[in-house]
């Protein structure tokens, strides 16, 4: 879409306060929301010093493109700030909200590299959003006359835009976009099946809805008033804040908005920015050529970053934050067919089931319920031979003390030479870092390493078409499964829902019709998942659903079971009469005192016939020194909102009883000479890991 006008900055609305006065203070925590509390707030405004060099500046309140672009005469919109730029520039944007589609495609030097940054001590805000939402919502919106209580549309028409993503402008908390006007409209929260209608209208909090026939934008912020009973021990997040969208800013942006996009633009730095109003795609970076992000904020639509064929790129102490709501279920926002097979997008009708199962399959009505909330916090795919500017793959990546959250699903890593480290990925509905490429042969070299991963259903996932041949390495990672996901909605019979921590360390996807994948390496990681999975718990999954052609390792990883099934996970269900597979040096332990070990635990494991198969490739056979028992962490709670603190204590069973791994291996905390290394993946002596922006957030600690 063509650039948004630059406007008046929205976030002086947002933050209550008269234009200009006190944009330094952008996260003023003390400050009551008209909406909701954030889940991620703005950032404070950064005292990085001024760069050397040349300096140009963009104001989108004093400036004007007809000035020279000086301090003194800024420029007023980035992009024409950015035609004018050269190798060597700094260019500053003066706090407030720029209300453009960003493109950058410029060129600076190894040596020169172009800035583009917040003037220190204020904060700019990238906004593709509709900027009247936020600057004057009171004549943005009016009551919808044959609408139920509570329903606004847009006073403007809005013709050629497909559909709308949205954020509460004050909180930046996301908005469902509703397929269907009957489901924003519903006072039902409940998931009523029917076979007519896939399920009866159901309200799934504040959301917008696009009418394609009037071109009008819906708005309803109604308050969420599901309660569970107190059985189940999960207290819901309700929306009470502001209904009138009047009164408050709202970021509304057209799908195909892309607040930026860097288009083989080449040495380029982005710092201190906030990043916001994105439809589909909020960044989407196609041949970026050494690209660094340094704590950028970005608020993701249906994706935060969309990533082909960049790199070397560089991010640090950046936060990419997804639209799910404290109020949303995985129900809502799942996808409920992948063909057109069966999905008839906005006409319900009758469909065939996707994979045929045994016996009769009768014909179903399906319906998305709102899919556009954020689908995934970072997306990669690969590229195609007859692109005109074809490179094929990211790669050279560096991402290091970054937060993804708050998505369907997290981050999806492929490419060549990629290094994921010292990253919190929270809050996922799905799965929260996929490993698999979406292009085959594509991705190798990729090293996922001391990131702290929770509240999600799989740690790491993958869709089995990727490799062969690739290698990935997944090592000295926490998954913390402990808190709780609003999984599936209530029904009308069954109240409680389903709201449960997560399954597994490890899941791939649809594992009876693998195609290829990469050889994978999982080591030296420390998991706290639930028992009793259907698809299996044993190594907390590492060891399932793989590829007989390729290389999977499983070593000195420490699982901890911290509910679910009342018994210690068995090696079943390899499901395959082939495998190059071997698992080795692992420790298991189950934290409910109540159960038992059992006595000879490894011994399924050590007789399976893949692992009398694999000793030609390992001669001990699996589990040959694997461990049963308590891991003895210096501090562990059975109860799942505390703290841990899972460093080893002296006496673990765990020190010094891991298997030597080979050199080729990476490992930051590999043990010198030849000494065994401990279980898991903090050594004994090491200092917890710490991980996400500046390190602030601890594994093991209680939110």
Not at 46 to 72: I, L, T, W, Y
Not at 337 to 353: H, L, R, T, V
Not at 445 to 456: E, K, M, P
Request: charged fraction near 20%; glycine fraction near 10%.
């Amino acid at each position: 879409m063509s650039p948004i006008p630059s406007l008046l900055p929205a976030v002086a609305f947002a933050l209550g306060m008269l234009p200009f006065a006190g944009i330094a203070r952008a996260a003023d925590s003390a400050r009551p929301f008209l909406s909701h509390e954030p889940q991620r707030p703005l950032p404070t405004p950064s005292q990085r010093p001024r760069a050397e060099g040349p300096a140009r500046f963009v104001d989108a309140a004093r400036g004007s493109d007809a000035n020279d672009g000086s301090e003194k005469a800024p420029w007023k919109t980035i992009n024409h700030a950015l035609r004018q730029i050269a190798a060597g520039d700094t260019l500053y944007l003066r706090g407030g909200s720029y209300f453009e589609n960003v493109y950058c495609a410029v060129a600076g030097a190894p040596e020169k590299p172009i800035i583009l940054r917040s003037f220190p001590g204020e904060v700019a805000i990238i906004d593709g959003g509709f900027p009247e939402f936020q600057n004057a919502p009171g004549k943005a919106w009016e009551p919808v006359n044959d609408g139920v209580e509570g329903e606004y549309r847009s006073t403007v028409t809005y013709r050629n835009i497909r559909d709308v993503v949205g954020l509460f402008g004050d909180s930046n908390v996301g908005l469902q976009t509703y397929w269907y006007r009957m489901d924003m409209q519903a006072t039902n929260e409940l998931w009523i099946p029917n076979p007519k209608k896939f399920v009866e209208p159901m309200y799934c909090g504040p959301g917008l809805w696009y009418d394609k026939q009037t071109g009008r934008i819906h708005a309803r912020l109604a308050h969420t008033k599901l309660e569970l009973p107190e059985s189940v021990g999960h207290k819901l997040v309700h929306y009470q804040g502001e209904t009138d969208p009047r009164k408050l800013p709202l970021v509304v942006a057209p799908v195909d908005s892309i607040p930026l996009r860097v288009s083989q633009a080449m040495h380029v730095r982005f710092q201190d920015l906030v990043i916001r109003g994105g439809g589909y795609i909020t960044v989407k970076l196609n041949f970026g050529v050494d690209i660094a992000f340094d704590r950028c904020t970005i608020y993701a639509g249906t994706y935060g970053i969309w990533a082909k064929g960049a790199g070397p790129l560089k991010m640090t102490n950046c936060g990419v934050f997804g639209m799910i709501a404290p109020w949303m279920f995985r129900t809502e926002n799942v996808s409920y067919a992948y063909s057109p097979k069966i999905y008839p997008p906005f006409i319900g009708q009758e469909a065939e089931p996707e994979i045929p199962g045994k016996g009769k399959q009768e014909k179903r009505v399906v319906r998305h319920i709102s899919r556009l909330p954020t689908h995934a916090v970072l997306a990669t795919e690969g590229g195609f031979e007859f692109e005109t500017f074809y490179y094929p793959l990211n790669h050279t990546w560096d991402i290091a003390y970054c937060e993804f959250t708050d998505g369907h699903d997290g981050v999806y890593l492929s490419g060549r030479d990629i290094r994921f480290h010292h990253n919190l990925v929270d809050n996922m509905q799905d799965d929260a870092v996929y490993v698999s490429s979406p292009t085959p042969y594509v991705t190798d070299g990729l090293s996922v390493y001391q990131n702290l991963i929770r509240q999600c259903v799989a740690g790491f996932g993958a869709h089995a078409r990727g490799g062969p041949g690739g290698k990935i390495y997944l090592y000295r990672n926490v998954v913390d499964m402990r808190r709780n996901l609003q999984f599936n909605r209530p029904t009308d019979k069954k109240p409680q829902g389903h709201i449960f921590p997560g399954h597994l360390a490890w899941l791939v996807h649809n594992p009876d019709h693998i195609i290829s994948m990469e050889h994978i390496y999982l080591y030296q990681n420390t998991t706290l998942t639930q028992m009793g999975h259907a698809l299996n718990s044993y190594t907390a999954g590492m060891a399932f659903h793989f590829d007989p052609e390729a290389e999977r390792r499983v070593f000195n990883n420490l699982h901890v079971f911290v509910g679910g099934g009342k018994q210690y996970p068995k090696a079943w269900g390899f499901q395959r009469d082939a495998a190059n597979l071997v698992m080795d040096g692992n420790l298991h332990w189950h934290s409910d005192p109540d159960v038992k070990i059992p006595a000879n635990y490894y011994e399924s494991s050590r007789t399976h016939p893949l692992s009398e198969s694999n000793k030609v490739r390992y001669a001990a056979g699996w589990d040959a020194h694997s461990v049963i028992g308590d891991p003895k962490f210096v501090a562990f709670s059975t109860n799942l909102a505390d703290r841990v603190d899972l460093r080893l204590r002296p006496d673990s069973p765990a020190v010094k009883a891991g298997v030597t791994l080979p050199q080729e291996w990476p490992d930051p905390l590999r043990p010198e000479g030849a000494t065994r290394p401990d279980i898991g993946a903090i050594p004994l002596g090491g200092e917890p890991l710490k991980v996400g922006i500046d390190g602030r957030t601890e594994a093991g600690s209680a939110r």
